[in-house]
């Protein structure tokens, strides 16, 4: 099944950019009548009929609708130190696309050795993911933000100061994957949070190759997040977050 | 913490090659006398003093041995199809060996696209995601062999024709993820798989991007593997891979 990305709507039209009309009608040859099957990017995907086959704006008619097409029954942001070698970043990117997540945040950390992050690669490689694995919705790559920041100015996503236990009763699971050295904060198994965990909404935050400072472990904490681990394996930055998205994959579909 | 692969070990003497040589003694400056922690690739970490620095053949007596250091509580072997492009193979089995495998068969497949693998390549990248991930012993990565020959060939691998179903007293588990379209083999979670074995010894097999063919699969289940699926996603090759090795790893060590 072949699938192309609709940068916009119009009523009953569909209408691909050059990129994904190029591929369309030069590539694969589509001529007008043929039928061709196009998502929006935001979970719905629609069954077309190619009415313009222009290879630098190609439009289809719309015949069908199916809404939340290939969704997962969960909502997982994950927010993660670009690592220094971009391609890992990237790679997980691409796996956590094909798995299922709904935002991805660059974050930067105070021990991070990437200070500035693109994000134009990513979202291409999250668009061709979503296609590949037959999904409608394209993962949000949100800008590079700083962990503090993060953790400050996105209230909704870390639920003020009221420290967020996990239960049946919370809508939200926000978790840190993060070591306390003096033991004060015992970390749990991400598997046992997510277990426990009644909801659907899930955050985990995952540092750089230095790992969070200390401060902002604190300040998460005090965000109300949980401190996790991931196993006894020592992981690279962007195999930690893979295994993150994996562990709320398997846990809620598989 | 560094690691220095030995490739072989005479009385309290560990001998590097010329690789790991030149990386401790040109790159890393180390002389004789530096404490030195070194692995023999099969469970064992040593920890020594470098006695002769040569860059070509170092040697390093050892001092204090550590036996199934870094090791995890289960016995992994994936079997899979290589994919056409040889970075996807080779990533999972990077991520693999960080999580925790034992023996990688890349297995050859009715639909492989690829017929031929060579395994040099990959057992570089073990070996360093072994240290990397600070683990003492190094994953098999067989010789490639076809999906039917390994089936064959291997009984102690698939445990005969007697088919074998989970439970507590069974000693292995082998899975397969397939398949079969007329749904007289219904597929089961490869979580729910884990959850009721209490075994230790796992086998998964991951077919190509062209799947098994359903002669393939047939003599998988007169072998004894149960069809599992990874999920609700369409995952690649290599992403099925690593998530089955996940699910292990979550499964056992989480």
Redesign the interface.
């Known amino acids: 099944m072949e699938l192309f990305y609709a940068h916009s709507v119009e009523g009953n039209i569909c209408l691909l950019d050059a990129d994904e009309s190029a591929h369309c009608v030069k590539v694969l040859r589509h001529r007008a009548g043929d039928p061709v099957d196009i998502i929006d990017g935001l979970g719905t995907l629609y069954h077309c009929r190619l009415v313009l086959d222009s290879s630098k704006g190609a439009e289809a008619e719309i015949l069908e609708a199916e809404d939340n097409w ?1 969704s ?1 029954p969960y909502r997982l942001t994950i927010g993660c130190c670009p690592t220094k070698n971009n391609d890992r970043f990237e ?1 997980f990117v691409e ?1 956590a696309t ?3 997540v709904d935002r991805i945040v660059p974050l930067i950390g105070d021990h991070s050795e990437r200070k500035v992050y693109k994000t134009d690669r990513a979202a291409r490689i999250a668009l061709s993911a979503t296609k ?4 409608a919705r394209i993962p949000e790559i949100a800008e590079p933000v700083t962990v503090k920041d993060f953790l400050a100015q996105t209230p909704d996503q870390v639920g003020g100061d009221a420290p967020v236990m996990p239960g049946p009763d919370r809508a939200s699971l926000r978790l840190i994957a993060y070591c306390f050295e003096d033991e004060t904060h015992p970390r749990r ?3 046992e949070a997510l277990t426990e965990f009644g909801g659907r909404d899930v955050t985990v935050l995952i540092g750089p190759e230095g790992d969070f400072s200390k401060e902002e472990a604190d300040k998460a904490l005090a965000a109300g997040y949980i401190p996790v ?8 930055t962007e ?1 930690a977050a ?2 993150a998205v ?2 709320v ?2 846990n809620f ?2």
Do not use: D, M
């Open positions: 290939g997962h790679w796996k094909e798995l299922g590949q694995s037959l999904k198994s991400i598997v681990h991931l196993g006894l394996s020592r992981l690279r195999t893979v295994t994996e562990a994959y398997l579909i598989c």
